[in-house]
């Protein structure tokens, strides 16, 4: 680039960004047409001889943001940063802060709100304060684990979101795993489930979590799973669920007879619901994540930096690789 025009940018970018005059203010001044000055602004950023920086934030995660957000039709993202040598629990509270923060900000009057469960609502739920709110209403997702600590219950978080928000709720009173289809049906079908079935047609919101593959590790699934069902998902090459319906590197739902044994929203219903939220982080996890987001199962995330890059290069895509 010529120095003229290195110094014709410079010039205009000093007027806009530091003495503060309108691109107007800018064209009357030097003869330049407005468009033209907004144009040469653009250039003069692209060139670098205007650098924006934004204190105390790192720019390269609203980029990352912004990029994912593009390329996989997602509403809202929001990306914690990984501080080196900082424990998960430290990790832990600060994402349960910003998902607590982005499901108050969707709440509103008259809402049907759907929650699933496990650790990361429950961190959500400590985090997400208390506020009054007209005619909301809260309902479980799917049936409660059978041994799961109690706070991490779907009744307890449906009740606890019911008494922050001064709203209504409805508890589940079946286990997730049944013994067999005709139990599980039976269930689904019964009378006292009319409201729960009525209320999954009628979501505003959905709340979940995303666990990654089953297996003997995760103690949440000794007591729901057989060995057979571990060796089926196994094979079936399940990579993850959401209300414990497991799902294939497509998204698409595996392991028949395990889907009808269980009591929960289906992931199809899921999808239809106008905003479907998930706190999930973990490397482990990231299979999980890309598949769900492809299917468009969520469409409100938030993670943290190494998961999301761990999912992108799950998809082939080193774009921010370090």
């Known amino acids: 680039m010529k120095y003229e025009r290195k110094k014709l940018l410079a010039k205009l970018a000093y007027l806009y ?18 468009t033209t000055v907004s144009r040469m602004l ?39 940063p990984n501080i080196e040598d900082e424990p998960l629990w430290d990790l832990e509270q600060r994402l ?17 709100i759907g929650f699933s469960w496990g650790k990361s609502l429950s961190l959500l739920v400590d985090q997400i304060g208390s506020k009054r709110l007209e005619n909301v209403h809260f309902y479980p997702l799917a049936g409660g684990p059978s041994h799961i600590h109690a706070r991490y219950h779907v009744n307890t978080l449906i009740y606890n979101m019911t008494s922050k928000f001064h709203g209504e709720c409805r508890f589940i009173n079946a286990t997730i795993i049944q013994e067999n289809k005709e139990l599980a049906e039976g269930i689904l079908t019964s009378k006292y489930f009319d409201d729960l079935r009525e209320s999954w047609e009628n979501l505003d919101i959905a709340v979940v ?61 899921l999808k239809q619901i106008p905003k479907t939220v998930s706190l999930a982080y973990g490397e482990r996890k990231a299979g999980a994540i890309l598949s769900v987001i492809k299917a468009g199962y969520i469409n409100h995330l938030v993670t943290d930096e190494a998961t999301i890059l761990r999912m992108l290069e799950l998809d082939d895509d080193f774009t921010f690789k370090k």
């Not at 691109?23 to 001044?29: K, R």
């Not at 349960?96 to 049907?112: E, F, I, K, W, Y």
């Open 17 to 34: 960004y530091i003495e503060e005059k309108s691109q107007s203010e800018i064209a009357a001044e030097t003869g330049i047409y407005r």
């Open 209 to 269: 979590g995303i666990g990654g593959p089953a297996d003997t590790h995760n103690p949440q699934w000794f007591d729901m799973l057989t060995d057979q069902d571990f060796s089926k998902l196994q094979s079936e090459e399940a990579i993850g669920e959401v209300c414990c319906r497991f799902f294939d590197r497509k998204g698409k739902p595996v392991y028949q007879d395990l889907q009808e044994r269980t009591v929960a929203i289906t992931l199809e219903k």
């Open 42 to 80: 653009t250039e003069a950023k692209r060139e670098r001889i205007v650098k924006i920086e934004i204190e105390s934030f790192d720019s390269k995660l609203f980029r990352l943001e912004n990029y994912v957000k593009e390329k996989y039709h997602i509403s809202e993202l929001e990306i914690v």
């Open 96 to 112: 349960a802060r910003s998902v607590a923060g982005m499901v108050r900000s969707l709440l509103q009057d008259g809402m049907n």
